[in-house]
């Protein structure tokens, strides 16, 4: 039934689609205020049918030495290190009619992360591939045909122009419907203060839901097909998208009968006062995959039958998770912005795209640099607590891994015994970060970056953890 649904889908947005645009005033050129020049290298302020930018990110992140009586095959390390990133992406697009664009997007990730981005729920660093072995070789980000289906004769200038919508003027009413590779976090929880590592915060959980384990490959991308309404007062997307074969794989399952994800997002703008707007967004998904059960794990650990509790051993076709989000952000006159998000899933199976959270709340804002006459910097601070369910918890106690955490060694390694106390001393994990964005010139910027972090990984047997960074970004 939900993939009948989904062809039904298809076929009205084709035909739809066929039909010409019903614009106010078809002769008007399609110009439009579009994002300051002086924020980017390139001009896109024009009415031409092509896009082509990009920007690479650059983030180096350091951490003195902390407390840990003991370190296992996924520890966040207690000693100093540093580690350094990059990422870099190129954007093109072609409008070959006022209603359709081609998007395709290429991307190369380079460096790594501290400790092999293990270790800590909520991890310091966004940019970082959560699969250190893969190659730094280019690969497609993105390839997508986007739609735009008018359900009003006003047209108007888009607010949202960049990359993924490089539309200049669109329908005041519209469905909006995109299908091929794409990031889920691109068009599902975003938050104008928290979702960018480039520019605003850069931890894992501050720029997204934490407990939104959304449907992506280890890269952050998936295939998919999403339908939008939107409307100067509502919005409403709905995406049906592509699981992973194993958790945090690279290999994308495309067997839609065993495997598959549902988000549906009603985004309501309960303000739309100039310089005092504000936008709650309601989030609810499920995932369909081949994860493993906690509780299957632990009852084979238990009986005897295992040696160490591995939920990758109780993986089963059409498992499901699902969870809700709430995500608030609110301007506070022009010259700072609220936000705050809460998240939860069932955490009845393994974590298996995102990271291990199964409840999460965050709070925070930023302000706006004109207030100290620079004009783009901006200056940001959050605070973030993360849990995990009962089930998960035991898990890592008995000395279970996910693909992030787990405190303890391999059983079946030389000299790693089994701790009476288990291998988890659970508290949340609390996370407070801290960062400035200086405009140096043009497209480039810099940042300063300070996050804390209490429990890392839920232990209160390690930390609190310091831990410093610095940005380059450049935007073309």
């Known amino acids: 039934m939900r993939l009948a649904r989904t062809t039904i889908v298809i076929a009205l947005g084709v035909s739809l689609a066929a039909a010409p645009a019903r614009a106010k005033n078809p002769e008007q050129p399609e110009t439009a205020p579009q994002p300051g020049t002086d924020q980017t290298f390139l001009d896109h302020s024009g009415p031409l049918p092509f896009w082509f930018g990009g920007e690479m990110n650059t983030i180096f992140q350091t951490h003195p030495s ?35 664009e081609l998007i395709l997007d290429g991307e190369m990730a380079f460096g790594g992360g501290l400790s092999s981005a293990l270790g800590i729920a909520g991890f310091t660093n966004l940019d970082v591939v959560r699969n250190p072995a893969l190659s730094s070789e280019p690969y497609v980000a993105r390839l997508e045909i986007h739609q735009l289906i008018p359900l009003s004769r006003e047209w108007e200038p888009n607010e949202d122009r960049g990359p993924i919508s490089t539309f200049v003027m669109v329908p005041r009413h519209r469905l909006e419907l995109r299908i091929g590779k794409m990031s889920t976090a691109d068009l599902f929880d975003i938050n104008p203060a928290a979702s960018d590592s480039h520019v605003q915060f850069m931890n894992w959980t501050v720029d997204n839901n934490g407990a939104y384990d959304y449907a992506a490959d280890t890269r952050g991308y998936t295939y998919g097909l999403v339908v939008e309404y939107q409307g100067p007062f509502l919005e409403a997307r709905f995406g049906e998208m592509l699981m992973p074969t194993v958790a945090n794989g690279i290999v994308i399952d ?8 549902e988000q549906f997002e009603v985004e309501i703008k309960y303000s739309r006062r100039q310089r005092w707007a504000g936008t709650l967004r309601v989030l609810y998904y499920q995932n369909f995959a081949n994860m493993g059960s906690y509780r299957q794990a632990i009852a084979a650990f238990n009986g005897g039958v295992e040696a160490q509790p591995d939920v990758t051993l109780h993986r089963h076709p059409g498992n499901s998770k699902l969870g809700f989000g709430l995500n608030l952000i609110q301007e506070l006159g022009g010259v700072a912005r609220a936000f705050a998000r809460g998240g939860w899933n069932d955490g009845l199976h393994e974590s298996f795209a995102y990271t291990e959270v199964d409840d999460t709340f965050e709070i925070g804002f930023d302000l706006f640099g004109k207030l100290w006459r620079r004009r783009v910097d901006k200056l940001g601070l959050a605070f973030v607590t993360n849990g995990i369910s009962d089930q998960h918890r035991e898990y890592l106690r008995l000395g279970g891994h996910g693909f992030i955490l787990g405190d303890a060694c391999d059983f079946a390694q030389p000299g790693c015994a089994r ?3 288990g291998f988890l001393h659970y508290g949340r994990e609390n996370i407070l970060e801290l960062y400035y964005d200086v405009h140096l010139w043009r497209g480039a910027f810099a940042a300063a970056d300070i996050q804390f972090i209490d429990n890392p990984g839920y232990n209160q047997d390690r930390g609190p953890v310091w831990i410093f960074s610095a940005r380059g970004h450049l935007e073309f």
Request: no cysteine.
């Open 66 to 100: 902390f407390s840990a009586p003991y370190t296992g095959t996924n520890s966040f390390r207690p000693g100093a290190e540093a580690a350094m990133s990059g990422l870099l992406t190129v954007f093109t697009a072609y409008r070959p009619h006022r209603t359709t």
């Open 419 to 421: 701790r009476a106390a």
């Open 254 to 261: 495309f067997d839609l009968t065993r495997s598959h994800s």
